[in-house]
Nanobody, 119 residues
Framework: QVQLVESGGGLVQAGGSLRLSCAASRSISSANAMAWYRQAPGKQRDMVASITRSGSTEYTNSVKGRFTISRDNAKNTVYLQMSSLKPEDTAVYYC?????????????WGQGTQITVSS
C-alpha cells in the first residue's frame, strides 16, 4: 500500500505560479511512473504530466512549456511546478503512482488538491 499526499494548492491569479508537492509513503524510485492528473468540474480526469523511473517526462499539450514535473527520490516527493497559469487550469489536481510488484501492477491516487486560477 502506498499513500500519496498532495499539498500546495490554492487560489492564484492568471499568470501566476504554484508548486504542487506529492509526498509518498514508499520509495518513489521503485515506482514505474509518477504523474499528475487533473479534473475540472463536469469533466473527466486527465493526465497533466508524468515521469518514469528512468526520468522520462511527458506533458499534455496544453501545459507544455508552462508546467514541469520533477521528483526528489531522497524525499519520496514528486513536484509539479506550474507557471503562466490560466483560468482553464482550474481543477482538482491528483497525484498518481504506478508500482509493479511480483508481476502485478498497482495504482495509487492522492486525495487531490484544488487549484483555482482567477482571471
Amino acid at each position: 500500500q502506498v499513500q500519496l499526499v498532495e499539498s500546495g494548492g490554492g487560489l492564484v491569479q492568471a499568470g501566476g505560479s504554484l508548486r504542487l508537492s506529492c509526498a509518498a509513503s514508499r520509495s518513489i524510485s521503485s515506482a514505474n511512473a509518477m504523474a499528475w492528473y487533473r479534473q475540472a468540474p463536469g469533466k473527466q480526469r486527465d493526465m497533466v504530466a508524468s515521469i518514469t523511473r528512468s526520468g522520462s517526462t511527458e506533458y499534455t499539450n496544453s501545459v507544455k512549456g508552462r508546467f514541469t514535473i520533477s521528483r526528489d527520490n531522497a524525499k519520496n516527493t514528486v513536484y509539479l511546478q506550474m507557471s503562466s497559469l490560466k483560468p482553464e487550469d482550474t481543477a482538482v489536481y491528483y497525484c498518481y503512482g504506478r508500482y509493479v510488484w511480483f508481476g502485478s501492477e498497482y495504482e495509487y491516487w492522492g486525495q487531490g488538491t484544488q487549484i483555482t486560477v482567477s482571471s
